[in-house]
C-alpha cells in the first residue's frame, strides 16, 4: 500500500470520467455525515456481524464448504449481504483506532474464511446452487440472482483487497468471474442477470485488474437484456434492449443497478447512444417518477416504478436500497459530467431518502420509506430479506468518497461536511479543509493550502435550491462564475487561503407537479438540503394529518438538543387543523370547522425514531 | 311452474328475512336500468357464449368429459366463468320474445349438456382436476378455487331449474354439493375455501331443497375459516375466524363474498354474533374503505382493501366484481334490515362503480374501475381471467329482483326505475307501476291498483342524499313519517291511486373525510345517485387533471343525445386549470398560472366509451 489507492470507484484510467475520485485515505469526514459514518462503524457493521452469524447466512457457507451438516437457511440471495457487510466492513478499517480495527479485522477475517472455504474447485461460488442444487446452477437467470450475488462478491473482494492489500478474496473472486466468464457469452452460453449487479463488479474489477475480458463481459450483459434471457419481463428489465429504453420502470433497484453498470460500462468505453439512453432516463426519472426525498419506487406491487407522476406518499415504496441506488447512479453521472445536476440529487437523496433508512440507533432500518403514515411504520433491527440493511453496512463507510473530487486542473467539492482532504493538483500537494456544521448552518469556512503558489480552479458545488451563494476569499466578496451548477475560482492560490461560503438557509416551500394529484394544494419544507416532516410526537396537541400550514405566517428555525435525536433543527410554523368527523363523503362545506395552532416539524430522515405516530411530509394549504 | 317462483334469492321462509324478494316474473324493468339489461341479454350474453367457446372453457368441460383430446385451457378456475354465464342466460330466457329465447335456450342446452357430462360418477365436478391431476382434488383448498366453482355450479342450476323447472343440472349440482358435504365437516376433513363463494350458494340449495344438511355445510365453511385450511392468510380471509373479524382486509371480493355467505347464513340461523361481525365489518367498509363510486379494494397487490383512508384514485383496483359483491352483500343486509342505508348504498355501487364495468356496447369491460386516469385505461372485450365480464353476465339479468320487495304488510320500493311489478299483500293482489325517466329526472310517478280497497304500508325509499323528497297521493301533498330511511305511507288504498314523487336532482359537490389525504381540497360531483366524472374527450381544451372548479360558480346540467353514449346527462361548471411547467419539484408559488374557463362533466359510469384520454372524479377546488 504505497500510493493511495483506495477508491470506491477508481475511474482515474476511465477515458469518459470528468472528474476522478480521491482516495479513502485522504479525506477525513468529521460532521454530520461523519456521524453516520462513526455509527456505521460503531454500531451497525458489528451488531450486523452478529446477524449474519445467527440467521444462518455465516452458516450456509459453512454448510457449502461441508463444515456443518444442516439445510440451508433463509432466502437463495443471502449470500449477498454477507459480501455487502464485507465491503461496508474493509472500508471501515480505513477509520478505526487500533483495538477496534483489531476486532472488526478478526470478524473479517473469519467471515472471509468461511466464503473462499465455500468454492467450488471451478470457480463457481453461491451457497444455495450446492449439493442436490447443484445441477440446477444458471437454469433460471430471471430469478435466482446468482450474477447478483456473484457481483457482491467481486465488490466486496475489491474493496477487501483495496483496504488491506491482501488478495485471498480477491482471488477467489477473480476465479468466479473467470467462470462466469468462461460460461457466458456471444459464442456460449446467453444470459444476462435478473437482477442486475454483476455490471458494475465487472467493470471495477476490469479497474482493478486491467483485464478488458470483464469490461467485455459487462458490456455483453448489459446489450443482453431485452432477449427474454432474464425473463423477458419488465420487473427484471428485461422487456426491452437496454438502448430502446425510454422509461424508468419495472422494480426499481435492479433499474437503478442496471443504469449504474451502463454507466460504468460508458466511462470506460464511451459508447455514445449508452450516455443517450441514460440521460433520457435521468430525464424521466427526476422529472416525473421520484419523490421529494429523492427516493424512489412508487409501488409495493413489483418494488417497482410507477407511471409518470404516480407518486403516492402513504404507499411510496421508496425501498432504501433503491435510494442508495439512486445516490450511486448520480455520482457516477457526476464523474462523467461534472455537471452539478447529478450532485444536488445526490444530496436530495442523501440527506431525506437516504439517511432515512437508518436509525439514529445505528441499527434498526426501514426497508420502505413513506412520506405519510399514520402510526403503523416502524424501523426493524433486521429483515427477512435484509438487502436495505446491508446495503446501508456498505454505503456509510464508503461515504467520503463523495465530498470532493478532481479534475485535470481543479478540485471539486459537491458536498458541504466537515471534512478535509489532500490530493495533488497540477503536480502539486493541495490540502482543503472545511469547518462548518452544514446542514446546521449554511456556513462554510475552508482552508486550501498549497505547498507553493499554483493556479488551479476551485470549483464549489452551488445547490440548486439555493438562491444567492455569497463567497468570501481572504476576506473578500468575489463574484463568481457558475458553470452547470459549480461556483468557478480560478486564480493562482497563495500557501494559505481562507474560503467562506454562506449558503442561504431559508426555509422554503415547495410543491409538486399538479400532475402529482395527491400533492396538490400541498407543500414540502425544506431547509437547506433537509426535507422536514411533522410527526405527532412533535404536535401531540394537533393533528398533523389534517393539518394546514399557512405560508405567509412565516416559520421560526429552531436547534434543540433532542434526548434520542440529539442535536437536531426544528421548524415551527402555524396554521390550522380541521376537526374530523366520522363520515367518509359528505356534503362539501366551506366552513369547515378549524382549530389554529402552531405545528412543529423535524427533519424527515429522523422520523420515527422516537415514539410511533402519525407522520406528513405533503402539508395541506392554509 | 304453476306459482311464481324464479327468486335469486329466495328468502321467503328465512326466520331473519325483514323483507321478502319479488320473483323475477312479477317485475317488469324497462327503464335506465332496463337498457343496461336489454343490452346483457341482447349482446353480452350471446357474445360470451362464443368467448366461452373460443377460449377453450367449453371444450374444457369436453375434455374432461372425453369427447375430446387436448390440454386443459386457460385458467384452472375456467369452470366458474361458464356457469355464470349459465346463471344469467337462464334468468334471461325469461324476458325475451320466442325467437330470442329459443337463441339461447339452444346455447344452454349445449352447455348444460357439456356440463352435466363431465361430471365424474361419484359427483366431483371441476374440469381442471381430472385425468393426471385427479389425486391432487382437495389438496389446495386456499388456492385452487374448487368449492369457488362448485359454489358458482350450484347457483347456475338453481336458476336453470327456477326459470325452466328442468331438473337436469340442478341434480349435477346436488349430486356435487353431496360429495362435498360427505368430505368436509368437523368430523370428516377440515377445511374452507380460499376463495368464498360455496357458502351462498350452499344457503340457496338449502332454500330451494330444504335439505338442512346444506345450511348446515355453509355454516361450517364460515366458522372453519381462521384455522389455516385455506392458508391461513389475510389474503384468503383466513387469518382470523370469521366472529373475529372486525375490519375489511385482505382480497375484495372473497372478503365481501364471505360476508354474503355469512348474511346469507344469519338469514337462515339467526346466530346474532354473525349479525354483530357483519354490522361492524360494513361500518369499517362503508365509513373507511370505499370509494364514492362504491367500489373497493384499493389496491393491485392481492387485489385487496387497504388501510383506513387508503383510497389512492388512479390506482384504485375497485374490481368490478368486488362492485357487485358490494351490493350483492348490501341486499343481503338489506333484507335482514329494511334499513335504508344498505339501499343507499346498492344504488350508490350501482349506477356508479359496478355500471362502469360495462361499456355502452355490452361487450367490452372493465376489471379495474380507476377514479382517475392519464388516458391508458381502455375497456376490454375480454380478460384472460374473466371473472367481472361474467359476473357482469350474470348480474345484469338479476337486476329485476332489487327494485322491489314486500314484507308482511307492506311494499317497497328500493330503487326509482320505469317498471312495474305485481304481489299479493295482506291476500290481495296488488299492482304498482314506476313511470319515471330516473335517474335522468327526479320525478316519479307511480301507479298503485288493488283489487279492493285495503290497507298496507307502502314504503318509498327516501335516498340519503335528498334533502327533501315532496308527495302528493292522488294530487295532494302528504307530509310523511320516515323510518329508516323510508318514507312510510300507511292508509287504506283505493282501487287505483296515483303517487307522485318529487326527488331533489341539484347538483352535490361532495368532499371525503380529510383523511383520504389525495382528496383534500377537492369535490366530486353527483346530480342524484349519480356520479360525474371528467374526460377530456368532454373537455379538448382544457387540461382537465389540473381543472379546479369553482364551488360558487354554479352548474348547468344538459341533456343531450350523444352518438355514442345516447340519452346522457352533461353538467358543465366553470373555473380554471392550472398551466404546467416541467419542473416534479419548485419553489411554492401562491400566483400560479392559470386559465379560466368551462368544464364539461359526463357520468361516471359512462367514461371510456368514446376515444381514450385523462379523467378525473376528484376536482381541485378553486
Known sequence: MSEPSIFVLNCLNSPKATLKPLPLEQVRVDGYLGSYLKKAIEVTIPSQYELLENT??????????????????????????????????????????????????????????????????????????????????????????????????????????RVTGERKLLEAAIRFADHIDGVFGPSKKRGTSGHP??????????????????????????????????????????????????????????????????????????????????????????????????????????????????LPNRRAYAETCAAIANFMWNYRMLLVTADGKFADLMEQVLYNGLLSGVSIDGKHYFYVNPLEDFGKHKRQEWFKCACCSTNLARFLPSLPSYIYTKSDNAIWVHLYEQSDCETFIAGKKVKLTQTTDYPISGLVEMTLTVEQPVRFDLMLRKPSWAEDVQIRINNEQVKSEIQKGYIRISREWDRTNRIQLSIPMNVRLIESHPYVRENVNKVALFRGPILFCAEHVDNPNIDVLTFAVDPRSGFEVQLKNDPVLGKTLFIQGSGHHVLTHEQLYKEYFAGKERKSGGITLVPYHLWANREAGPMVVWLDLR
Chains 1, 2 share one sequence.
Open 56 to 161: 444462518g447466512r455465516i452458516d450456509n457457507f459453512r454448510r457449502a464448504s461441508g463444515k456443518i451438516k444442516t439445510d440451508f437457511q433463509g432466502y437463495f440471495f443471502n449470500d449477498s449481504d454477507v459480501y455487502k457487510w464485507v465491503e461496508g466492513c474493509s472500508y471501515s478499517l480505513l477509520y478505526v483506532e487500533e483495538e477496534q480495527r483489531e476486532k472488526l479485522q478478526s470478524m473479517l477475517n473469519r467471515v472471509i474464511e468461511e466464503i473462499v472455504a465455500a468454492q467450488d474447485e471451478d470457480g463457481y461460488l453461491n451457497t444455495f446452487f450446492t449439493f442436490e442444487k447443484k445441477s440446477q446452477r444458471w437454469t433460471d437467470l430471471a430469478n435466482m440472482h446468482e450474477l447478483y450475488c456473484a457481483g457482491h462478491l467481486i465488490q466486496a473482494a475489491i474493496a477487501h483487497y
Open 197 to 310: 449487479e454483476i455490471e458494475m463488479a465487472l467493470v471495477e474489477l476490469f479497474r482493478e485488474t486491467k483485464d478488458p475480458k470483464y469490461l467485455s463481459l459487462a458490456n455483453y450483459f448489459v446489450l443482453e437484456r431485452g432477449n427474454g434471457f432474464a425473463g423477458g419481463r419488465e420487473y427484471t428489465v428485461d422487456h426491452k434492449p437496454f438502448l430502446q429504453l425510454e422509461e424508468m420502470t419495472g422494480h426499481a433497484v435492479r433499474m437503478l443497478y442496471l443504469c449504474c453498470g451502463a454507466t460504468d460500462v460508458y466511462l470506460e468505453t464511451g459508447q455514445s447512444d449508452f450516455f443517450d439512453t441514460l440521460s433520457s432516463l435521468w430525464e424521466n426519472m427526476a422529472t416525473k417518477k421520484m419523490y421529494v426525498t429523492g427516493g424512489v419506487g412508487s409501488r409495493y406491487e413489483g418494488e417497482a416504478f410507477g407511471e409518470v407522476y404516480e
